[in-house]
Nanobody, 117 residues
Framework: QVQLVESGGGLVEAGGSLRLSCAASRTLFSFNSMGWYRQAPGKQRELVAAITSGGSTNYADSVMGRFTISRDNAKNTVYLQMNSLSPEDTGVYYC???????????WGQGTQVTVSS
């Protein structure tokens, strides 16, 4: 059983920063990739950023240059550093982990991020 536990969400003013953490219950090398998704009210869940087991990253265009995804393999934790936040970044942020060959996907419970204008 894989567990992903997010933390670090909260309320912040526009222009501020937050760092989200996702602690996995097993080594990050179990997963081909890990990432962060978000879901705003009334919208579909979308990919924000992802990082592979080899360290390659990709970002949604809307967060490029503002958000940084990273991983600490020793702590089994993935981070999302979010800078220059805007109200459009408001939503529930979910941690995701994928085992590609086994076709398994895992999700955290989500953490709320609210950016006030």
């Amino acid at each position: 059983q894989v567990q992903l536990v997010e933390s670090g969400g909260g309320l912040v003013e526009a222009g501020g920063s937050l760092r989200l953490s996702c602690a996995a219950s097993r080594t990050l090398f179990s997963f081909n990739s890990m990432g962060w998704y978000r879901q705003a009210p009334g919208k579909q869940r979308e990919l924000v950023a992802a990082i592979t087991s080899g360290g390659s990253t990709n970002y949604a265009d809307s967060v490029m240059g503002r958000f940084t995804i990273s991983r600490d393999n020793a702590k089994n934790t993935v981070y999302l550093q979010m800078n220059s936040l805007s109200p459009e970044d408001t939503g529930v942020y979910y941690c995701h982990a994928e085992m590609t060959l086994l076709r398994r996907n895992y999700w955290g419970q989500g953490t709320q991020v609210t950016v006030s204008s």
